[in-house]
């Protein structure tokens, strides 16, 4: 019979809006003194105080109306009637024991005045102590039925995921109980996890508390008939130093809220916390802490300077846009070849930036005389080059498209940027640079060591203020266009199976905007010539990185999706190195920004080896482009490539050149 009638009434629309928003203050404000005078009303009952009197003011009814705006004064001074009541039993239970105490101590010291002046007191002691018992009572009843109301009402219950809350401190109670309260919210929580090393075997306003055993994870989850975990961001660094994982190999999906915000009780609208509740991202669980830059000389650089970003609607390049804009850089320049991603970004930033001015200009970078248009027309004072080439394969197909690109696009935006007079030039090279095992790398270790030889050559030459040059290695970057990222997702919504190369590949990882926020700093601490690398925390291996990924879409290795190995990709090897072996190190003053000590090489041999690629470039010999990169570079050792011969054949050259001057030696003995 109670659940019909509940079930009639939550279909009452009038009843579910009733539901849907707060009791304004003033109506529980109203409620609560209904209720005190319905408490101070009994003082006609218990009479005087043992002597009477015949004056007015000792009258029952005028006692009465005094203690009620005794109570009504004091409540709203100590505001018991302003919180939510269906999310604040606590706090409302807190502000109700100092409205009654206070009120009875008020009530108290006037007795007791009234004693010593009259001889008897104004209110009899246990008047005061029946009232205020009465007053509580009812008001306190009177919000655990509204909150009983709601929660029986709102019809919602069955329809809410059920959830265990990470933590059994305050934080996590307050989360779990608001969660609870929610009216149409979309978790139900069913227990807390607690943290704490001591047994615990109790419950915490009637949600059982747990303690976290990692056997027992499974059985904990099963008796609660629930398999999502919630917890708050606060609780990210210790998710990422494994505890994520005892979850995701139990195949229990990780849930995270973002912050515990305060109800305002003057919305009109129920706040919703399940509204910051979101899935875990596979770039929330890098392992380590984000990396933050706090430069504060960065924003006094960039504000009113004239920027130029190549590669501007790549994922590095559209990155440093968005935060050279927030810099408030008097104009930007955004330069890319690709035409429908420059529309997406001009229209991203007219909504997200629309006072900056914004320049769209359409051009490849190997084009020299198109990009000497842009210089005259800009007349740029800061350039970051992030247009290259990046996908290993396909450069290891199309070795001179790399070269053009990556060598001598970046030779080109190098040489203007010297002629037009840039104060700062910022090269995106790669780990890949490092002791390359393929075409892409190769050629962007050759574009380093360009910009270097350049920057040492013009300073030598007195006559002139050389453009400081400056390049930034790193690693992988977690969603960037073509990462594994993008491809990972796609593939698990596909219903699989998730493809990797080699089982016990590993790669360096970090985000976009980290990425971008570490390129910001070190071109503005750089003072030319310098190759910074960035401290990019343990690396992962791609399998237990497609793992997490399958883990967290609520799937499982084996039996959802499949996890297949493919082999080497031309050119690929099993890790990177941001340092070669002969490469050092030297501290600045950002713990996660450090100096490559590289070999430095002499510009005229540079352009001379530069001179003999660009000519096998122009006749088309793949052989002969890929042979002069490995002269230019000799750590250049391809992997798993057809380039592979052209090692053997140097090595074999090498050997006959030793061979013959061994020769020579023992006729010239």
Not at 10 to 36: C, E, G, H, N, Q
Not at 369 to 376: D, G, K, L, N
Not at 550 to 569: A, P
């Amino acid at each position: 019979m109670k659940k019909r009638i509940v079930d009639i009434l939550t279909k009452s629309s009038l009843v579910r809006s009733f539901l849907a928003k707060p009791s304004p203050k003033w109506m529980v404000y109203v409620a609560d003194l209904l209720l005190i005078a319905f408490s101070c009303g009994l003082t006609l009952a218990f009479g005087s105080s043992g002597r009477h009197s015949d004056s007015f003011l000792h009258a029952p009814v005028v006692r009465a109306m005094f203690e009620f705006a005794t109570y009504a004064i004091l409540a709203l001074f100590f505001g018991s009637s302003r919180y939510i009541i269906r999310l604040s039993v606590i706090e409302d239970t807190y502000r109700l024991v100092l409205l009654v105490f206070s009120s009875s101590l008020l009530l108290t010291s006037v007795s007791l005045v009234s004693q010593v002046l009259n001889g008897y007191p104004y209110f009899s002691y246990w008047n005061i102590f029946v009232v205020g018992f009465m007053a509580f009572t009812l008001m306190l009843l009177m919000r655990l039925s509204i909150k009983y109301l709601y929660m029986s009402m709102s019809g919602v219950t069955q329809t809410k995921k059920r959830v265990i809350v990470l933590g059994s401190a305050i934080n996590s109670f307050f989360l779990a109980s608001a969660l609870k309260s929610e009216f149409e919210g979309r978790f139900d929580p069913v227990a807390l996890l607690s943290l704490s090393a001591k047994k615990i075997d109790s419950s915490v306003n009637g949600i059982p508390v747990e303690n976290l055993v990692a056997e027992e994870i499974p059985a904990i989850f099963k008796y609660y008939k629930c398999d999502t975990l919630l917890f708050l961001s606060t609780q990210m660094e210790l998710m990422r130093s494994g505890t994520a994982d005892l979850f995701l190999r139990n195949n229990i999906k990780l849930l995270m809220l973002n912050q515990v915000e305060e109800f305002d009780v003057n919305s009109k609208s129920m706040p919703q916390l399940s509204t910051h509740v979101h899935d875990i991202r596979i770039e929330d669980l890098l392992g380590r802490e984000p990396i933050k830059t706090e430069n504060h000389q960065l924003r006094n650089v960039i504000r009113g300077q004239v920027v130029m970003i190549t590669g501007a609607a790549g994922s590095i390049g559209s990155e440093i846009v968005r935060q050279v804009a927030s810099f408030n850089a008097s104009e930007i320049v955004l330069l890319d070849q690709a035409e429908t991603p420059m529309h997406d970004m001009q229209l991203e930033m007219e909504a997200a930036f629309p006072d900056a001015k914004i320049h769209l200009f359409i051009g490849d970078v190997a084009n020299r005389e198109r990009m000497e248009h842009a210089f005259q027309k800009y007349n740029p004072r800061y350039v970051f080059h992030a247009a290259a080439y990046k996908h290993v394969p396909m450069m290891e197909r199309n070795p001179a498209e790399a070269v053009m690109t990556n060598v001598f696009g970046t030779k080109n935006i190098a040489d203007l940027s010297v002629k037009y007079g840039v104060e700062k030039f910022v090269m995106i090279s790669t780990d890949k640079a490092v002791n390359p095992t393929n075409v892409m790398g190769a050629s962007k270790r050759i574009a380093e060591i360009y910009v270097q030889s350049l920057f040492f050559y013009n300073r030598r030459q007195e006559d002139r203020n050389s453009t400081r040059f400056i390049t930034t290695r790193f690693g992988n970057v977690l969603g960037s266009n073509g990462s594994v990222i993008p491809l990972f997702r796609k593939q698990i919504e596909q219903g699989g199976p998730v493809t990797i190369t080699h089982r016990d590949i590993i790669r360096y990882f970090m985000t976009i905007p980290e990425a971008c926020s570490l390129v910001l700093e070190a071109g503005v601490m750089g003072n030319g010539g310098e190759i910074f690398v960035f401290d990019m925390g343990q690396p992962m291996k791609i399998w237990d990185l497609a793992v997490r990924m399958i883990s967290l879409s609520g799937l499982k290795v084996g039996e959802d999706i499949e996890i297949i190995e493919t082999g080497l990709r031309p050119g690929e090897k099993l890790y990177e190195e941001l340092l070669n072996e002969r490469e050092h190190t030297i501290a600045t003053h950002h713990k996660k920004i450090m100096i490559a000590k590289v070999r430095t090489y002499d510009y005229n041999d540079v352009l001379a080896h530069l001179d003999r690629l660009l000519k096998a470039v122009h006749a088309g010999a793949g052989h002969d482009i890929v042979a002069e990169m490995k002269h230019m570079v000799p750590e250049y050792k391809s992997n798993n490539s057809i380039w592979q011969k052209v090692d053997s054949e140097i090595a074999s050259d090498t050997e006959g050149n030793m061979h013959e001057v061994d020769v020579k030696a023992v006729a010239a003995g």
